[in-house]
């Protein structure tokens, strides 16, 4: 169905036309229609539901980040710790190796400490000749 309107002659190129397709549309009833107030409402709501959406992933982002913060202190510390036991048993090997060459210089010292004492006992009498006969010549 077209239906034409036309105006007065002098603007007869302004005309309106008014077109329906009859076959684009099926028998509309009130119900049936989706009113402004209607699409704003579901607009608002879609955004809302979109809002909360990106607020529940970044809260997911966040506490994602907090955790990976606090593995990454824990592995810190394991580590650091792992690495003060190393330099302790390090420093504890040393002190021993240590310990053990001491005991090793020390007895050999006294072992050269022995010899030379009984080396003295044996040349004692032979030293005091020496001296008394140097103190008689003068």
């Known amino acids: 169905m077209v ?8 603007l007869r190129s302004n005309y309106m036309v008014k077109v329906i397709y009859r076959s684009a549309f099926a028998r509309v009833t009130k119900g049936d229609t989706m009113g402004r107030a209607d699409i704003l409402r579901a607009i608002k709501k879609s955004e809302e539901g979109a809002k909360k959406i990106q607020s529940d992933a970044e809260a997911k982002a966040a506490e994602t980040l907090s955790n990976a913060r606090v593995k990454a202190a ?23 190796a240590a310990e053990k060459e001491a005991e090793s210089v020390a ?28 103190f008689r010549k003068n």
Do not use: H, I
């Open 3 to 10: 239906e034409s309107r036309q105006k007065p002659a002098k």
């Open 107 to 134: 007895a050999e010292g006294e072992a050269e400490l022995e010899r030379v004492a009984n080396e003295g006992k044996k040349n004692r009498s032979t030293a005091a000749d020496a001296v008394l006969d140097t």
């Open 74 to 96: 824990e592995s810190t510390n394991s580590g650091r710790q792992g690495a003060d036991d190393e330099a302790a048993k390090m420093l504890s090997d040393a002190r021993a």
